[in-house]
């Protein structure tokens, strides 16, 4: 077997080589993507922090609306407050880890994933989870260790399953997991830490769909509970190829036209799942690497299972980052126990799978931005609330409306044909005629 043993020095020159490699490529990310890695989702967040304390959704909670909002008083705009709190995140995770000597070389070369820096660069709310699951792995650690009190055990947990529930909804699978985890282990003196919490963090998720939800959108449920929305085999199907991309070391896009470069990337994502099989079967965990595998697995479950009653978005490496990364982490733990610093060299090669990818289909998005805001001062629209019209949710038009949510977030969707007789009603034909955008060469 290969290893590479490092001495001190050295290993630490390394490190700081990885960490600023890392923050050169999550900046890369989404300066070289025609809309500055947007998505629907993306508009709404903008919109949210942009209008708040008007409530007009209620998809998702408002912890990283409020979060892009909190960094706008500083005089930075929504695009790039999303931008600044995916670089926090990052900071976060490595500072937090390396002052608690918790897992920090492995969060290291996790967070150096390219499936990780997509994470990091996206105006999306997963990149605000991840500091905080990491926090609830170390309070969890705490709490095996018989560190803290019973009493602070729970508050501290389920403070931070608030915490998370009030970034994306999905944290209620973490509560799920967390009671779970306590219920397998109920003959030992923790057990009620992590039962209670998990249960708190049910209750408050309860409380916060009557209270929140209910009250400015009565029709949540009717519009988002779906019975037999998708067959069991396009399920299964979807969560083959989410679970192949997710941990995929190397590359976490597959094409969705299919071909014959999928059964690569689909492959090394098996092959790396097989991996952590066998080596969690034959190395020693410890209590905290069995915490974390089992409630990460029971968050995979429950994101799988919910698809049957709610509409969701296919599960993907975006969706699965918060569920993933304890699994990367328990993972690398065991490969720097076989190979040592050779470990490191996982996190390099994804950098520059991640760069080829991002340079061989780059897009510029300072470009994009000069036009659309140079389109929409001409127009006298930077400032108005706007309408753009769509045919349907899959549509690639929508491109358009993300591009020009970077700069005026105040924008909203329709699929009325009608309205596109209007003047405030934008549609792609209408601004692409009028401006050129550099479009990404792989979509």
């Not at 995916?86 to 976060?92: D, M, P, V």
């Not at 705490?142 to 944290?171: D, E, G, H, P, V």
């Not at 097989?274 to 995979?300: P, R």
């Amino acid at each position: 077997m290969i290893s590479i043993k490092l001495n001190e020095k050295y290993e630490k020159t390394l490190q700081f080589l990885l960490m600023i490699t890392t923050y050169v490529m999550i900046i890369l990310r989404f300066l070289l993507n025609e809309k500055g890695r947007t998505n629907p989702d993306s508009i709404r967040y903008m919109r949210q922090s942009e209008i708040f304390p008007i409530i007009d959704n209620t998809t998702a909670p408002l912890g990283y609306p409020l979060s892009i909002k909190f960094f706008t008083y500083f005089g930075i705009d929504d695009f790039w407050s999303s931008k600044l709190i995916g670089i926090l995140a990052y900071t976060f995770l490595l500072f937090f880890a390396y002052k608690k000597g918790f897992f920090f070389k492995e969060l290291l070369v996790t967070s150096a994933l390219f499936s990780f820096v997509s994470i990091f660069s996206f105006t999306m709310s997963e990149a605000l989870t991840l500091p905080f699951v990491i926090l609830f792995f170390y309070v969890a650690n705490q709490i095996l260790n018989n560190k803290i009190s019973t009493k602070k055990a729970i508050f501290s947990l389920s403070l931070i399953l608030i915490l998370l529930i009030n970034i994306r909804y999905s944290a209620l699978f973490l509560c799920f997991g967390t009671a779970f985890s306590g219920l397998l282990n109920y003959k030992k003196t923790y057990w009620k830490s992590f039962v209670f919490s998990g249960i708190i963090g049910i209750g408050f998720y309860g409380f916060y769909k009557f209270l929140f939800i209910d009250y400015f959108n009565e029709n949540y449920v009717n519009s988002f509970l779906e019975i037999g929305l998708k067959s069991t085999p396009t399920l299964l199907l979807e969560l083959y190829q989410g679970l192949a991309t997710s941990f995929n070391p190397f590359i976490h896009i597959a094409d969705p036209n299919g071909g014959i470069i999928n059964y690569g990337i689909y492959g090394i994502g098996v092959l790396t799942i097989t991996a952590m099989v066998l080596l969690f079967i034959k190395t020693k965990l410890s209590e905290i690497e069995n915490f974390i595998l089992i409630t990460s697995l029971v968050c995979i479950v429950c994101s799988y299972f919910i698809q049957y009653v709610y509409s969701v978005n296919a599960i993907d490496y975006r969706l699965l980052a918060p569920f993933a990364i304890g699994i990367w982490l328990v993972f690398f733990s065991k490969l720097f126990q076989l190979f040592d610093g050779l470990t490191y060299s996982i996190a390099f090669l994804s950098l520059m799978t991640g760069f080829a990818f991002t340079w061989l289909s780059k897009g510029s998005y300072l470009d994009n931005r000069k036009e659309i805001s140079k389109f929409l001062e001409k127009e006298n629209m930077k400032e108005e609330t706007l309408k753009f019209y769509i045919k349907d949710d899959g549509s690639e038009e929508i491109q358009t409306a993300e591009l020009i949510s970077t700069v005026n977030p105040k924008i909203y969707i329709t699929f009325q044909p009608k309205d596109t007789l209007q003047k405030r009603v934008l549609t792609r034909h209408k601004v692409e005629t009028k401006m050129r955008i550099k479009k990404n060469n792989y979509q």
